[in-house]
């Protein structure tokens, strides 16, 4: 049993993920992924089979390549979703720093006219 | 109607043709509450209807979504002291004399969320046909995971008592979808929720925010994990 180890390794991560989720570390929606990822990867552990079929019906010759062109895209999918979200967040952080900005300014602004009167 | 004090939390977005009828029906049958409109960085004239109309209105400085726009409104409640919230739309699907009902019920019984349902009665609301299957499968698994019959949870037509508002004003992760797994946390946790047949509107103008086929099923998927996890997250306390 030498996928054992990958078995293990896999529910290690799924329980990983349910752990911090349920600790509330880490959110419900941003789990979806990581769980499907590791979900994928105990199945391919328990029928390590399944990916030299995949590999034979998309004609690839060494079937491992497909297992890394598989992580590979899962990876660069995760990566450009994180760094789409980072560069909404940014934006909005500067929209809101900006916007609190005026806000202060406006407050001062009012304070000074209370005091004044 | 005098004690407590009570606020209509109307989420709005891109609203200008139902806003100003809504807001007029709750100062003509509703007159002893408060309304706040959360202006969801709507880009038609929303906010000046509103504010032509005399009613206080946040805007937000980008689009929140509605569920982020409704926490504002209850944060609103919570920092403002009110003792009860009635979520309302702006389409004008709901009724302000429906409102009234809900008030009433959540005042003479002990329960913390009193939800206006469609479907406890027929009352005549002709139903698209995704909606009702979604409803009822939802309804179905809330009465497998808390043995309470909701018949209609996914209704945004409710009314909080204070307990509710300072629990939704402190939290962090108040969800993108507050429907059927709000109700499974707040009934695990012990909150009673009440439901009461209410009438609705057919929407009238603009477009459903569940619109399309790809939306739904991405609803559903993400309300099932969603659920899931919020079994996981509470565990001590649903065996209660």
Redesign the interface.
């Known amino acids: 049993m030498k996928n054992m180890y990958f078995i293990i390794l896999a529910i290690l991560v799924i329980l990983y993920v349910v752990h911090e989720v349920r600790k509330k570390k880490f959110s419900i929606k941003e789990s979806f992924w990581w769980i499907i990822a590791s979900l994928i990867m105990l199945i391919l552990a328990i029928f390590p089979y399944s990916i030299d079929r995949l590999a034979k019906f998309l004609n690839i010759a060494y079937p491992p390549s497909l297992l890394f062109v598989l992580c590979i895209i899962f990876l660069l999918f995760i990566n450009f979703r994180n760094s789409k979200k980072i560069a909404e967040h940014q934006e909005k952080i500067i929209e809101l720093a900006q916007h609190v900005a005026i806000l202060e300014n406006e407050l001062e602004d009012l304070r000074r006219k209370e005091r004044g009167k | 109607m005098k004690n407590g004090k009570v606020l209509f939390v109307i989420p709005a977005y891109n609203e200008e043709e139902n806003i100003e009828k809504v807001l007029k029906e709750i100062q003509n049958d509703a007159n002893f509450a408060d309304v706040i409109v959360i202006n969801d960085c709507s880009k038609d004239n929303t906010k000046k209807i509103v504010e032509q109309n005399g009613v206080k209105c946040i805007t937000g ?2 689009n929140l979504k509605y569920a982020m726009a409704v926490q504002t409104g209850i944060k609103y409640a919570y920092v403002n002291n009110y003792d009860y919230v009635i979520q309302f739309d702006a389409d004008g699907q709901h009724i302000a004399k429906e409102a009234i009902k809900l008030l009433e019920e959540i005042k003479r019984s002990d329960s913390d969320i009193v939800i206006g349902s469609r479907y406890l009665k027929d009352t005549g609301y002709p139903c698209p046909f995704f909606r009702k299957i979604g409803t009822k499968f939802f309804a179905g698994i809330i009465q497998i995971i808390c043995k309470k019959k909701i018949a209609d949870p996914l209704s945004g037509f409710q009314c909080l008592n204070k307990k509710v508002i300072e629990r939704y004003a402190q939290m962090g ?1 108040y969800p ?1 979808f507050p429907d059927a797994n709000l109700v499974i946390e707040m009934l695990i946790l012990g909150y009673k929720i009440k439901e009461i047949p209410v009438k609705m509107r057919l929407r009238e103008n603009g477009e459903s925010m569940h619109g399309g086929i790809i939306k739904p099923i991405k609803y559903m998927i ?1 309300m099932l ?2 659920i899931v ?2 079994i ?2 509470n565990p001590r306390k649903r065996a209660r």
Do not use: G, K, L, P
Request: charged content about 10%; overall charge negative.
């Open positions: 400085i980008f992760n993108e993400n994990y969603t996890f919020i996981i997250q």
